[in-house]
C-alpha cells in the first residue's frame, strides 16, 4: 500500500496576539513535555520574536485602517500554522535540505497566494522538530502589505502545499512519496502508523492549551492571559483610532482601559520574554500616535 502525499497539515492560529505567542514559544521551546522525544529543533527561516512583533503590528494597523475607514472585519488570526511531516522509516533530510524544501514550498505558496516571493520576508518563521517522524513547522502571517491572505486556509492552498512538499523532498533528498510504502498497514484504512502518531500528538497538543513552563502553570492561567492579550490588543487600537480622530474623551478612557488590563496582566506572574512581546504593541502605538502610555506589563520571576 502506497500514500499519494507526505503528511501536511494547517490551520489559524487562534486569540490574536497572545495566541501567537504562546504557539511561537512552543516551538522553540526543548523543554515543553510535546519535545521529550524531540532531539534538537533545527532553525530554518526567521526569528520568532521578529516574526510575532511584525505580524502583530501588520494586524493592528490593518485593525486600525479598517476602523477609520469604518468597514472590514477585526482580524481574528494573525498567522497560519503548517505542518510538513515525514515518516521514521525514511532517511531524514540534512539542515541545508530542509532550507531548500521550505524555500521550494514558499515559492509555491507565493504563487498561488498570487504575491511576490520577497513580501514573505519578515513574515514567515520556520524549524524542524528532529525525531523519529521529523517535521517541519512554517508560520506565515495572514496580512501582508495591508491585505489579509484569506486563501491561506482554503483546500486549494493545502493542496498546493502538499504537491510542493511532494516534489521538494523529491528534488532536494530524493525521497520519492509514490515509492514509499508504511511499515505497518493495519492500523486503518486511510493512515499509516506514524500520521496517526502525529494526530495523536497534535491531539494532545490542543488539550494542554500549548502549556509550557515558560509561560503559564496551568491551563486556567494560560486561557486568562490570552483573553487579556486580545483585550490589550483592542484597547491599543481604539487608543491610536481615537487620537486619530481627536476624540480626547475616548483616548483617556481607553488609556484608563489599557492600564487596567496591564494590571491584570502582570498579576499572572508572566516571563520577562511575554512582557517584552506585549510591549511591542506599546511601541507601535506610541510610534503612529506620537503620545506615551506610561505603563508597561510587569514580569516577576
Known sequence: MTIKNWFV??????DKHGGLIKY????VNMEHANHKNTESIIP???????FIRTC??????LDLENSQKKGGRPVQSYAQSFVFSLPPSVVKPTPGEWKSITSDILKELAKKLDIDINDFKGRVFANVHDQDNPHLNLVVSRVVQGKTLK???????????KKAFNAASLARCGLDVSAYEPLQTNVGPHLAK?????????KALKEIGLKSKAFDNDIAKTKEYGRLSAMLNNQIVKWIFSIGSGDIGNENRQKNRIEKTTEELSKLNISKEQAELLDSMFEMA??????T???RVRWKI
Open 56 to 61: 502583530s503590528n501588520e494586524a493592528v494597523s
Open 293 to 295: 502610555l506610561e505603563n
Open 24 to 27: 511561537g514559544k512552543y516551538l
Open 44 to 50: 530554518v527561516y526567521g526569528n520568532i520574536e521578529n
Open 9 to 14: 497539515r494547517s490551520e489559524r492560529i487562534k
Open 151 to 161: 486563501a491561506l486556509d482554503q483546500k486549494g492552498t493545502i493542496g498546493v502545499a
Open 286 to 291: 506610541e510610534t503612529k500616535t506620537g503620545k
Open 194 to 202: 506514524w500520521q496517526l502518531q502525529q494526530k495523536d500528538s497534535e
